[in-house]
């Protein structure tokens, strides 16, 4: 028998210890701390994408398509794998960097990437195959898929060209360009639109494929934008504008899908206000992008790192986490207090208006205010402390939740 609710418990784990690892990193700029600064943000990346949102994803798939399909020792394998595969990185690339025992550890975690997209591609019963939600799920893991050949990039070119390659960059752009804008977003989407199926509010076919192909011609050329820094010839922004605005019509249409079956969603108040937050979090991500096609401001967000920063945490924090916690929610594997989502909003809201104001100085040549980093690693401290409370509460839930979100 399956645990999903220990299984999402250890990805509330991982995010906790991204917490703590992201708050660390910024009291290295309060008091002196014998450690990497570079070895600990390897270490913080890799726990909060493969670790929190991946099992997150993966765990919420699990129950949707095998909850009653008799694969629990195939998925089990993998799963186990993947935690060894995970524990190593944590404990290698804090203290080594890019080395031998964590480029082998993150190298396996690959491998269990596979192995789980074969298994849910292979086994997911065929009564799924055919709805929308599934094609969004399989296109989801082919990104991730090809996400994979990033990190199989970099080993080659830190060999030849170093790490101050302009190719290294571009390998790590390209993997968190298909993280981050598709096997994540995809994911959550396939995961939304299963619960309306469930609810019998699937949308018609044609609306349906207009928005598919619409979203997946985003997703390809929408990576261009992740090359700007480059200052390349001009057909790559066109590509890179194009892929922005392909973007927002895939989301205008998906929500013309949505906002006539809104209210006939079985979601409670409180979730439904959670996928609000999200979207508006999403809709700001979309014209973000959508600015940084044009040259000037794809100069201004690369000569910043703390624009890239902060636009990297607010996809994270405000649009991927956010929908895990309503969707988990959703499916009683994550009880979540509202005093703990607000308290974990607050801290996310007030750490980005700080990342963005520091971009905002540096770009002006203006000074920051007293006691700058004191207070972001003040306010970061939140982060940790409502993951730890939200995994505390799960953890000494026994039983799957049965109160409603009021």
């Known amino acids: 028998m399956i645990s999903l609710k220990k299984h999402t418990n250890i990805a509330l784990g991982y995010f906790f210890l991204v917490g703590l690892l992201g708050t660390f990193l910024r009291f290295f700029f309060v008091i002196p701390i014998p450690a990497n600064f570079r070895y600990v943000v390897h270490s913080h990346s890799h726990i909060a994408l493969l670790g929190w949102v991946y099992i997150a994803l993966t765990t919420m798939i699990y129950k949707m398509y095998f909850a009653e399909a008799g694969f629990g020792k195939i998925y089990k394998r993998i799963f186990w794998f993947t935690q060894v595969t995970l524990i190593g990185m944590m404990l290698t690339f804090p203290f080594t960097g890019y080395a ?4 082998t550890f993150s190298t396996l975690f690959l491998f269990a990437s596979y192995f789980m997209a074969w298994f849910i591609l292979k086994k997911t019963p065929s009564q799924y195959k055919t709805t929308y939600s599934f094609k969004l799920i399989r296109a989801a893991l082919w990104y991730m898929v090809f996400s994979s050949i990033g990190p199989w990039a970099l080993g080659g070119i830190m060999a030849t060209m170093g790490s101050a390659s302009i190719w290294y960059k571009m390998a790590i752009y390209y993997y ?12 959550l989407l396939g995961i939304f639109f299963f619960f309306m199926e469930q609810q019998d509010l699937r949308p018609q076919k044609g609306h349906f494929r207009s928005f598919f192909w619409q979203i ?34 895939a ?5 013309k899908m949505v906002e006539p079956r809104w209210k006939q969603l079985h ?27 044009l040259p000037w401001f794809a ?6 790192p703390d624009f890239v920063i902060g636009y990297l945490h607010w996809v994270f924090l405000g649009v991927v986490t956010v929908c895990l916690f309503a969707f988990l929610a959703h499916h009683r594997l994550l009880s979540l207090p509202k005093w703990i989502f607000w308290l974990y909003f607050s801290a ?22 007293e006691n700058y980093f004191r207070w972001l690693a003040y306010c970061s401290l939140f982060l940790p402390f409502s993951a730890g409370a939200l995994l505390l509460k799960n953890t000494l839930t026994k039983s799957q939740f049965s109160a409603k979100y009021k």
């Open 100 to 103: 031998l025992f964590s480029i």
């Open 176 to 187: 968190l360009h298909f993280q981050y804008n598709a096997w994540f977003i995809l994911a």
């Open 216 to 249: 997946n011609v985003a997703v390809i050329l929408s990576f261009f934008l992740s090359v700007l820094w480059v200052e390349p010839p001009w057909i790559f922004y066109v590509l890179g504008g194009a892929g922005a605005i392909f973007q927002i019509m």
């Open 251 to 255: 989301f205008v249409n998906f929500w």
């Open 267 to 293: 979601f409670s108040p409180f979730l439904k206000l959670l996928l609000k937050i999200a979207g508006t979090a999403l809709a700001f991500k979309l014209i973000l992008q959508l600015f940084s096609a």
């Open 299 to 304: 100069n201004l967000a690369f000569s910043f």
């Open 348 to 369: 996310f809201l007030a750490t980005e208006t700080l990342i963005f104001y520091k971009g905002f100085v540096t770009w002006q040549e203006m000074s920051l205010f």
